[in-house]
């Protein structure tokens, strides 16, 4: 199987950085599009980014501007550097990752979630 492995989230102050990475590992031919999605408390899960294979990329309306998501495919990991943080960014943030494996058809993946905090 594969497994997602989430880093980076923690509390900070508005109007500051943080960036996430999540690592792919396991029994892999290949991965597609790679995205980050949050959840609030009491929301839907929404898409935040996301980034093709090729390395074409789209972002919520809300981070962009403030967000980068970015792929280094030899180390299969997906980064979102976040910057100039709100309050509203506050949430439960998801990796997904398309993955392809050996004889079968592509099979969507998520990291466990890592918690993104803003306040003062």
């Known amino acids: 199987q594969v497994q997602l492995v989430e880093s980076g989230g923690g509390l900070v102050q508005p109007g500051g950085s943080l960036r996430l990475s999540c690592a792919a590992s396991?029994?892999?031919?290949?991965?597609?599009?790679m995205g980050w999605y949050r959840q609030a408390p009491g929301k839907q899960r929404e898409l935040v980014a996301a980034?093709?294979?090729?390395?074409?990329?789209n972002y919520a309306d809300s981070v962009k501007g403030r967000f980068t998501i970015s792929r280094d495919n030899a180390k299969n990991t997906v980064y979102l550097q976040m910057n100039s943080l709100k309050p509203e960014d506050t949430a439960v943030y998801y990796c997904?990752?398309?993955?392809?494996?050996?004889?079968?058809?592509?099979?969507?993946?998520w990291g466990q979630g890592t918690q993104v905090t803003v306040s003062s």
């Open positions: 997904n990752a398309d993955i392809l494996g050996v004889g079968g058809p592509p099979v969507d993946y």
């Open positions: 396991g029994s892999i031919f290949s991965i597609y599009a």
């Open positions: 980034i093709t294979s090729g390395g074409s990329t």
